[in-house]
């Protein structure tokens, strides 16, 4: 059982990258799946999320019109879309799941309320 994070890397200000979150030994799209990031000296923060099954999406007002998360079930594979990228962007980002329900689980969850975890990509956002 796997989660790895990839994607991240150095852009410019008001640049763009897309994260991606892929899982190996099961389904995604069972579990609701969220992004979180830490700054260096900061809390880690929940950034997204995408609920299960519905695929209901949460956004922290601070990305809210500039990130998009997604679901590739085919792919088993969650996204995070990343525009108009700012200096305080910059984190080390994880994508995690929740916690495994038969009646689903809706957005946003806790750090708490994760399983599995990937192993974080370095988003920096510099001129």
């Known amino acids: 059982v796997q989660l790895q994070a990839s994607g991240g890397g150095l852009v410019q200000p008001g640049g763009s990258l897309r994260l991606s979150c892929a899982a190996s030994g099961f389904t995604l799209d069972s579990y609701a799946i969220a992004w979180f990031r830490q700054a260096p000296g900061k809390e880690r923060e929940g950034v997204s999320c995408i609920s299960s099954p519905d695929s209901t999406t949460y956004y922290v007002d601070s990305v809210k019109g500039r990130f998009t998360i997604s679901r590739d079930n085919a792919r088993n594979t969650v996204y995070l879309q990343m525009n108009s990228l700012r200096p305080e962007d910059t984190a080390v980002y994880y994508c995690?799941?929740?916690?495994?329900?038969?009646?689903?689980?809706?957005?946003?969850?806790?750090?708490?309320?994760?399983?599995?975890w990937g192993q974080g990509t370095q988003v920096t956002v510099s001129s």
């Open positions: 995690a799941t929740s916690r495994l329900s038969l009646f689903g689980v809706s957005c946003p969850i806790e750090e708490a309320d994760t399983n599995y």
